[in-house]
Each structure stands twice: as C-alpha cells, then as structure tokens.
C-alpha cells in the first residue's frame, strides 16, 4: 500500500511559520497527485492545497492563498507545504494524500491514500 508520512506540525505564534513534509520511502512520489489537507476538531476535513504529479497546479484553498505554498523535492521524494503568516483558523491535523490521476483537486474523497498526520497548532 501507499504510505505517507507527515512531519514539521508543531505549536506557533500567530504570524509565524511552519513547513510541513509529505514522505515517502518504497514509492516515488512524483508519480502521485499530492493534496494536502487539514481537520479541525468536530470539522470536516477540507483541502488547502494541492500538486500534480506532473507538477501541475498548484491550486490553493482561498483561505490560505497567498500564504501557503505547496512544492516537491524529486531529489528527496518529498512534498512540503510552507505554511506563512499562521492565524488561529489554521490550527488542525494537517495531512497529505495521494492519488493517481492527473488532476489537481481540493477534495478529500478524491484520494485513497493517506497520512497519520501532524498537529498544528496556532496559539498566543
């Protein structure tokens, strides 16, 4: 099976930074479509960003554009998510997911295959 592995969540002040990694080791991620996702607690899960396997995209959520950027690393088969200017609103379970077609969606239905996730939290 296809297994991701999130790192990089942590607690931060409002303003700051975070980048967050997508790896995998017994596949190549570049042949995959990479979304990330967050989840609230007692929320849906929603999409924030994603890539295409070709490196098409990236298409962001309105709520984090300009402020988050998502990118692959082919080298060290990776995904990341740089995360900018946190507010609280942001605070959630971050995951990446991964699926096989060519396009770039938001949607969490859309992708089998799944991280455990890492916590980020935005707080005073």
Known sequence: QVQLVESGGGVVQPG???????AASRFTLDHYNIGWFRQAPGKDR???ACISSKDGGPYYADSVKGRFTISRDHAENAV???IDSLIPEDTGVYYCAAQEVLLCVLAPWRYPYWGQGTQVTVSA
């Open 16 to 22: 700051g930074s975070l980048r967050l990694s997508c």
């Open 46 to 48: 929603e999409g924030v």
């Open 80 to 82: 990341y998510l740089q």
